[in-house]
């Protein structure tokens, strides 16, 4: 994969986290609260902590998220090329949906420790020396409290659920990227 694309798809996660870390901070208080309100959470996060509170975890969701991009995208092209040279021709889509869920999986595991890191800095109490966002000292907090389980909890949700995130949107963009070729190759 291209320097440019890999550094294109790293500025795409930093502003696609504008979006998703308020809405995964409201998600995750609501999870683990009593009230499960979402406008009452999220009332509650803007009254007591301000707009900051919305993006408590950004700086862990872009570090958890631009390591992701950078191993599952260049190891799905990967196993696609590797694919293709076994068979001799281009994959078909679900191979390349195939090598998606490989690609997303292994990019999961390897890094769920800052996906436990973005959680915990995220659920911390407000004013907390989590919550003040340092990455580092919270994987230093669980790996002193838990060891390596800790840095690894829920590691076996995450690579499935992420596994068949990349077979379902690599597979779908795969398919799309093959049927616009074939649409654009037919009106010239």
């Given at each position: 994969m291209p320097v440019k694309h890999m550094l294109a798809a790293s500025a795409g996660e930093v502003v696609a986290c504008l979006i998703r870390v308020p809405s995964e901070v409201v998600k995750q208080r609501a999870q683990v609260s009593a009230s499960s309100r979402t406008f009452q959470i999220f009332s509650n996060i803007l009254h007591e902590?301000?707009?900051q509170g919305l993006y408590r975890g950004y700086k862990s969701t872009v570090l958890r998220e631009i390591p992701f991009s950078l191993v599952q995208f260049p190891l799905w092209e990967y196993l696609k090329a590797l694919w293709s040279w076994r068979q001799d021709h281009a994959v078909d889509s679900w191979q390349s949906a195939v090598c998606g869920a490989f690609a997303g999986g292994f990019a999961a595991?390897?890094?769920t420790p800052l996906d436990v890191a973005k959680t915990r800095i995220m659920l911390a109490k407000a004013g907390s020396n989590t919550a003040s966002g340092n990455v580092f000292s919270a994987l230093q907090g669980v790996w002193r409290s838990q060891g390596f389980t800790g840095?690894?909890?829920?590691?076996?949700?995450?690579?499935?659920?992420?596994?068949?995130?990349?077979?379902?949107?690599l597979g779908a963009y795969d398919q799309a990227r093959s049927m616009l070729s074939k649409v654009g190759r037919k009106s010239w």
């Open positions: 902590e301000g707009i595991v390897i890094t840095l690894f909890a829920g590691v076996f949700p995450r690579m499935a659920a992420i596994s068949l995130g990349g077979f379902i949107f």
